[in-house]
Nanobody, 125 residues
Framework: VQLQASGGGLVQAGESLRLSCAAS????????VAWFRQAAGKEREFVAA????????HYTDSVKGRFTISRDNAKNTVHLQMNSLNAEDTAVYYC???????????????????WGQGTQVTVSS
């Protein structure tokens, strides 16, 4: 499985970005797909996930109501719509793919088998 993340950039606080993660080699339908982010000097943290089959979504508290994760099955792509961005959202964003992600550990990077290369999001205040 290869994941290609795109859509990052430099925006002003309050603006929006949409990240995309395209998969090749496997379909997203049977996998849990997540977005993580890593700010400079910090550990990688969970942002959002879309669970396989059930289609349920999960978000870290700091992005609830602002970010939306969605899947385009026809294009085998997962998107992260990010609205009302603020400086604390500045980070490298990674998409991740896991075939056997359990609900209780959905926020753990260790549950994911494949990772995209990361895309930089910078929000200026």
């Amino acid at each position: 499985v290869q994941l290609q993340a795109s859509g990052g950039g430099l925006v002003q606080a309050g603006e929006s970005l949409r990240l995309s993660c395209a998969a090749s080699g496997h379909t997203f339908v049977d996998a849990t797909v997540a977005w993580f982010r890593q700010a400079a000097g910090k550990e990688r943290e969970f942002v959002a996930a879309l669970r396989r089959s059930f289609g349920s979504t999960h978000y870290t508290d700091s992005v609830k109501g602002r970010f939306t994760i969605s899947r385009d099955n026809a294009k085998n792509t997962v998107h992260l719509q990010m609205n009302s961005l603020n400086a604390e959202d500045t980070a490298v964003y990674y998409c991740a793919y896991g075939r056997r992600v359990i609900m209780s550990a959905i926020r753990s990077p260790n549950m994911y088998d494949y990772w995209g290369q990361g895309t930089q999001v910078t929000v200026s205040s």
